[in-house]
């Protein structure tokens, strides 16, 4: 299995600018959760999806922010408009219930707003 | 609300030696999940090892093992051997019968030659 796969690996954008993260999950996982990962925060749950519909989006900052899963093997994290304060690694991760709970890690969107 | 605490910002052991990083949780669930992950240079989130509440054994991987207290809500991990591989952050997390993984601040891990 080639394990969650997220694109770009790095991004680089200016403040004002719309950002789209990708992920693409394990194959026959039903849950996928985006993560952001800062110093001052650690790692934060924005939102997670059990069978491509958003569960719960509590931790997503504001409306800036927004993710879709429009079928199992896709999800995207948007941000528009984009600002330094969002600059941090983020994180794709998905798991299959009935497989021990382990949720399985991307390798990071590293996101620099100037 | 679940939180974890990491109390050691940075540990460091010598190589071949063993390290212990702490852990402790607040939760009022009876049924849960405990994670230690790894986070090497490279990012990637690694799980080391895991332990279910329910069960009384501390769970163990080769060099890896844990002592899960539950009374006292502490999850420890034991690193036997040390190796220069080893040198990375460690977050503790609690996974309750929701889905949330709740994550602890991390642990840098420096392993001495």
């Known amino acids: 299995d080639a394990g969650v796969i997220q694109s770009p690996r790095h991004e680089v954008t200016e403040m004002g600018q719309e950002v789209t993260l990708r992920c693409k999950p394990i194959?026959?996982?039903?849950?996928l959760f985006w993560y952001r990962q800062t110093m001052m925060r650690g790692l934060e749950l924005l939102i997670y999806f059990n069978n491509n519909v958003p569960i719960d989006d509590s931790g997503m900052p504001e409306d800036r922010f927004s993710a879709k899963m429009p079928n199992a093997s896709f999800s995207t994290l948007k941000i528009q408009p984009s600002e330094p304060r969002d600059s941090a690694v983020y994180f794709c991760a998905s798991t299959r219930l009935a497989g021990g709970y382990e949720q399985f890690f991307g390798p990071g969107t590293r996101l620099t707003v100037l | 609300a679940q939180t974890v605490t990491q109390s050691q910002p940075e540990m460091s052991v010598q190589e071949a030696e063993t390290v212990t990083l702490s852990c402790t949780y607040d939760t009022s669930e009876s049924d849960y999940y405990l994670f230690w992950y790894k986070q090497p240079p490279s990012r990637q989130m690694i799980l080391v090892i895991r332990?279910?509440?329910?069960?009384?054994q501390n769970a163990t991987e080769n060099r890896f093992s844990v002592n899960f207290q539950k009374a006292a809500k502490s999850f420890s991990l034991k690193i036997s051997d040390s190796q220069l591989g080893d040198a990375a952050m460690y977050f503790c997390?609690?996974?309750?019968?929701?889905?949330?993984?709740?994550f602890g601040t991390g642990t840098r891990l420096t392993v001495i030659p």
């Open positions: 997390a609690y996974r309750a019968k929701g889905n949330n993984l709740f």
């Open positions: 194959s026959g996982h039903d849950y």
């Open positions: 332990q279910e509440a329910y069960k009384q």
